[in-house]
Structure formats: C-alpha cells, structure tokens
C-alpha cells in the first residue's frame, strides 16, 4: 500500500513537470470554455432561458466526455514505456516492489491528476447553477460527474496496461486511443443494426453506459461494475505485462 | 552470503551465462571480469531479481532470488550499468523517492548522509538533467547504498569517470567492502586487481578462473620475466645470454632491448648483469616484467577455447 502511494506520488507530480499534461488541460479546458459561453450566446439569443432548463451534461459533460476519450491516451501512454526507455525499468523492478504495486501506483498517479482536471471543470455547472432559474438538477449533475470519473479510471487503467506492452510511449498511445475508441464506440454498432441480441453489445459499449444513464441519472449497480471491471482488467493487463517483461 | 548454482541463463537459442557456480563470503569483494557480452551484466540481473534465470539457483543472505525476490531486493543494492535515474528530479527527490519505495525510516536524514558519503551534498537540490557523467553515477552509487545493504552489486561502476573520480568511488567501494559484500563488475584488469580480494574471470557465459589476484598472476606467470637495456648493438650479446644454464625463451627486441626469463625462485639476474658488463656493454636498465593481468585476461578468453588456468603455455620450449 505504502509503495503504491508512493509511486502515486512521484507520478501525480511528474504531470506538473510535463509540457504534454499542459498542453491537454489546456485545450480541454479551453474547448469547454468556449463551447460553454458558445451555448449561452446561443441560449439567450434564441428562445432564451424560458425553454427547458438545460442540465450541466447536455452543456459541458457530453463533450468533456469525449474529450477525455482522445486526450486519455495521451497522459497515460509514458507511464510505464517511458520507463523502459530511461532505463529506470531496472530500478523499479530491483527495488522491493511488487509488480502490481508498480502498476497500481502509476495508474493512482494519473487517475489523481484526472480527478483534479475533472474537478476544475466543476466551474462551469456551478456559473450555470447562478444563471439559470430554479439552478440546475444537482442530482442529475452528480451522476454524469460520477460516470465521468468512473470512466476516466476505466481508461486510466486501459492505457497504464497498454503502456507496459511497449516500449515505445507514441505506440502506446497510438493502440490506446484506437482500444478507447473501439470501447466508446464502435462495440455498440451491433446493438443498432442486429434485430436481436444487441444487448450485449450495448452493455459492452461504455459510451452507452455514460450517455444513457450517468447522463440521464438513471444509474444502476451494473453501469458501475462494468466500469470498475475494465478499470480491474487494465491493471491486470499492465502487471501481466510487467511479469511478462522479466522473462523475456 | 551470495550462493550461485548451476545457473544458466539462455536467450532464444544462445546461452548467456552456462552453467555458473561461484560464492561470495560476507566482507568480501569479489571481481567480475570479462569481456562485453561474456554474461556478467545478465548474472548481476539475475541476482538482484529484475530476470529470472531459466534454470540453477541463486541465494542472497539465505533467501532464494526467485521464489524470495522480496527478500532479496530488500537486501541487496544495485547499480545497473545504464544507471538509472530520472532527469526531471532533483538529486534530493530522486534519493528520497527511492528511501520510501524502501520504507527507510528518516529518509531524509538518510539521504543526505548518503549524499555525504558519496560528496554529492552540495548538489542535492540541483536537477540529476544537469550533472556531469561522474556526478550521475555516483548519484546512482548513493540510490544503492541508501538502505546499507548486506550485498552490493555494481555493473561497472567507474566506467565513464575521470581519473579522479574513479579514486573516489573506488574509495567508497573499498570503504563498504570492508563489512558487506561486494559484487562489482569490469573490465579494466587493475581495478579489479586494485579493489578485490578474489576475482572470477568469465568468458561465454562460463568461469574461466578463479582466484585472489596474486595467485591468478603467479598461477599463470609461471616464469619470471626479465627486460635488459643496453647501449649499442646487441645481437651477439643476445646469443651470449641465451647460452646460459637456465635461461629461457630469449628475445632482442632492437634498440639495445632484450628480454628472457627463467624459472620462478631461480634468481639469475645478478649472473646476467655480470656477462652484460663483463662483454663491455654499458649496462643502462634491468628490470622485471610481469605477465600482467591483461595478458592473463586475453590468454584466457581468447576466442573460442576457455584455457583453464592449470594448462595456460609456460613457454617450454
């Protein structure tokens, strides 16, 4: 546990030093900013704020979704393959550290820093709660807030595992995005185009899990299982991939 | 305190180490030479637990290195060859990183003893990005002597430093040998046969030799080797020399040089000394040449046959 927070540590600290964890909290931030005051302009211009009160996820949640699918990637994919090139592998994996512990503590790190860009990003359904009347559905605003960080974990650990497979961090990258993508969205094609049995991969597509129900605050215990299982199954790729490192 | 049995270690079809077996006792320093690729880094690997070996075993301190890696990486301190360091950190944060993954109670006090000892203090708050090469290893030197590990193990620690600071880290390797163990590997021959007390001399995977440094030398000398300098001419005085009793193995070499040797214990230079000046050459030098450990080092791992050290040529002629 002590190694994991440590790890953790050195790692949630590392984002501040890097110009890349800039750069993407940058343009996330950005590209809400400007789609948040884009879509007032808009409201106040047209029917105004008579029509339906508009809830935080249909104004900056949709988007901050997917823009966590292509920026992920991103922060995750020299966690464990940029080792490998510096050399530090060796350190780590002759250091009294278990290999999950290394894995963990890594994905802790970039999960704590996600939190922390997710957090900030709390400003805009706070404005939104001043400018319209009666304030928003807090509820509503929890749920899409909870399937995001649940995802963003969902994907954290996707991309610490795909990083331990390479040891090149643009490869990395490169098959997480393409691995993130085909979880958001292409597994649930099927749902929209078999007449029967869709179902299944309905479940399987997490963009379906966010969009309709931590969107629409019709959550259940599954949606949060299937998250926390994909989060499971990224840390377990990555130790496999770290044990598989040392024989080879 | 380090037990090796019988490890192998192969990559594909290639053996990397072959079937090696060695000990080291605790206090001791002991040499691991060999040429680049002979296995030395791949043993130290196996030994620290970063690799596990595909058959034999290892103990560090009683504690078997794979079914105990644990144990053993607790125990054990270890500068890969490559010394790994983050460049984004300050030395102090690096060190302090480290002590924690070791859960080293007072870490910070334990850092900066540990920069002291290696005189790095001044440079703690500095980037590792920006110190020089010898700066860097023995930052790296610091990360394994941090938690006072029973067992260190060096993958070539001196190469790449200047003249000064290979004094220093040898320095701090001869102080921390004195009561823990010490693997170090090289190959530069007088660093080992400055620093250890036995060295093993490794060439494909396999130990070539085995021994403390004089004896390796007097094992494999097996005659006592004798450089004479003259003025002029000194092929006749050449032949002269040859027909001594008990002279062997005569060379002119030009330039007034001549060298021979003679058994071991058989002392025959006064005898030569005496024709040289008694045949009106002006006698300028005389001196002993040993085989020196690089001779010994290449006569053993020349090419494909390991010479094992009983059968190395005593130039019976």
């Given at each position: 546990m002590q190694n994991i927070w440590t790890i953790a540590k050195r790692e949630f600290s590392n984002y501040f030093n890097s110009s890349i964890a800039y750069a993407i909290a940058f343009f996330i931030l950005i590209f809400l900013g400007g789609y948040f005051v884009a879509y007032m302009v808009y409201l106040s211009s047209s029917s105004g704020f008579m029509m339906d009160t508009p809830d935080a996820w249909q104004v900056t949640g949709g988007l901050l979704a997917t823009l966590l699918v292509f920026s992920l990637p991103f922060l995750t994919m020299r966690l464990v393959a940029d080792e490998v090139r510096m050399g530090t592998m060796e350190l780590l994996l002759t250091a009294p550290v278990r290999d999950y512990e290394l894995v963990v503590g890594k994905w802790?790190?970039?999960?704590?820093?996600?939190?922390?860009?997710?957090?900030?990003?709390?400003v805009f359904p706070f404005m939104l709660n001043q400018m319209v009347t009666p304030g928003i559905d807090q509820v509503l605003m929890l749920s899409g807030y909870l399937g995001l960080v649940l995802m963003a974990a969902a994907f954290l650990a996707l991309g610490v595992g795909i990083s331990a497979l390479f040891n090149n961090q643009f490869a990395a990258a490169f098959v997480?995005?393409?691995?993130?993508?085909?979880?958001?969205?292409?597994?649930?094609?099927?749902?929209?185009?078999?007449?029967?049995?869709?179902?299944?991969?309905?479940?399987?597509?997490?963009?379906?899990?966010?969009?309709?129900?931590?969107?629409?605050?019709?959550?259940?215990?599954?949606?949060?299982?299937?998250?926390?299982?994909?989060?499971?199954?990224?840390?377990?790729?990555?130790?496999?991939?770290?044990?598989?490192?040392?024989?080879? | 305190m380090i037990r090796v049995n019988e490890l192998t270690k192969t990559y594909g079809l290639r053996?990397?180490?072959?079937?090696?077996?060695?000990?080291?006792?605790?206090?001791?320093?002991?040499?691991?030479?060999?040429?680049?690729?002979?296995?030395?880094?791949?043993?130290?690997?196996?030994?620290?637990?970063?690799?596990?070996?595909?058959?034999?075993?290892?103990?560090?301190?009683?504690?078997?290195?794979?079914?105990?890696?644990?144990?053993?990486?607790?125990?054990v301190g270890y500068l890969p060859e490559t010394v790994p360091l983050y460049t984004d950190m300050t030395v102090f944060d690096y060190l302090k990183f480290m002590a924690d993954l070791r859960h080293l109670p007072n870490a910070e006090e334990r850092v900066e003893e540990t920069l002291e000892m290696v005189r790095l203090l001044d440079?703690?708050?500095?980037?590792?990005?920006?110190?020089?090469?010898?700066?860097?290893?023995?930052?790296?030197?610091?990360?394994?002597?941090?938690?006072?590990?029973?067992v260190l193990i060096l993958d070539e620690p001196t190469i790449g430093l200047d003249p000064a600071q290979i004094i220093e880290v040898r320095n701090i390797i001869r102080e921390v040998g004195k009561e823990r163990t010490v693997m170090l590997s090289t190959h530069i021959l007088s660093e080992a046969q400055q620093l250890c007390d036995r060295i093993l001399i490794i060439n494909k995977g396999k130990i070539v030799a085995e021994d403390t440094p004089e004896n390796l030398q007097a094992r494999l000398t097996g005659a006592e080797r004798v450089q004479v300098r003259v003025r002029g001419e000194t092929q006749d005085?050449?032949?002269?020399?040859?027909?001594?009793?008990?002279?062997?193995?005569?060379?002119?070499?030009?330039?007034?040089?001549?060298?021979?040797?003679?058994?071991?214990?058989q002392d025959l230079r006064p005898e030569v000394a005496r024709l040289v000046v008694e045949a009106k050459?002006?006698?300028?030098?005389?001196?002993?040449?040993?085989?020196?450990?690089?001779?010994?080092?290449?006569?053993?791992?020349?090419?494909?046959?390991?010479?094992?050290?009983?059968?190395?040529?005593?130039?019976?002629?």
């Open positions: 802790l790190g970039a999960f704590l820093f996600v939190l922390l860009l997710i957090a900030i990003t709390l997480t995005l393409l691995a993130l993508l085909f979880l958001w969205w292409f597994i649930g094609l099927p749902a929209f185009i078999l007449p029967t049995g869709g179902e299944i991969f309905r479940y399987l597509s997490v963009g379906s899990h966010i969009q309709d129900n931590f969107a629409t605050g019709s959550v259940n215990i599954s949606n949060i299982v299937y998250l926390l299982s994909l989060t499971g199954l990224g840390l377990a790729i990555g130790t496999t991939a770290v044990e598989m490192r040392r024989w080879r | 053996k990397a180490i072959d079937n090696l077996t060695f000990e080291a006792r605790q206090g001791e320093i002991l040499g691991f030479l060999g040429p680049n690729g002979a296995g030395k880094t791949t043993t130290m690997r196996i030994l620290t637990g970063y690799m596990p070996p595909s058959s034999g075993e290892a103990s560090i301190a009683g504690y078997d290195v794979v079914k105990e890696s644990l144990e053993v990486r607790k125990r440079r703690a708050e500095g980037y590792i990005g920006n110190l020089s090469k010898g700066m860097r290893q023995r930052v790296g030197l610091a990360q394994a002597l941090l938690h006072r590990p029973e005085l050449a032949e002269k020399i040859a027909q001594m009793k008990g002279i062997q193995n005569v060379q002119s070499q030009g330039e007034g040089l001549i060298e021979f040797q003679f058994a071991p214990g050459y002006d006698l300028l030098e005389m001196r002993s040449i040993n085989l020196s450990l690089e001779e010994i080092f290449l006569q053993l791992t020349r090419d494909d046959i390991p010479v094992p050290a009983e059968t190395v040529p005593v130039n019976e002629e």
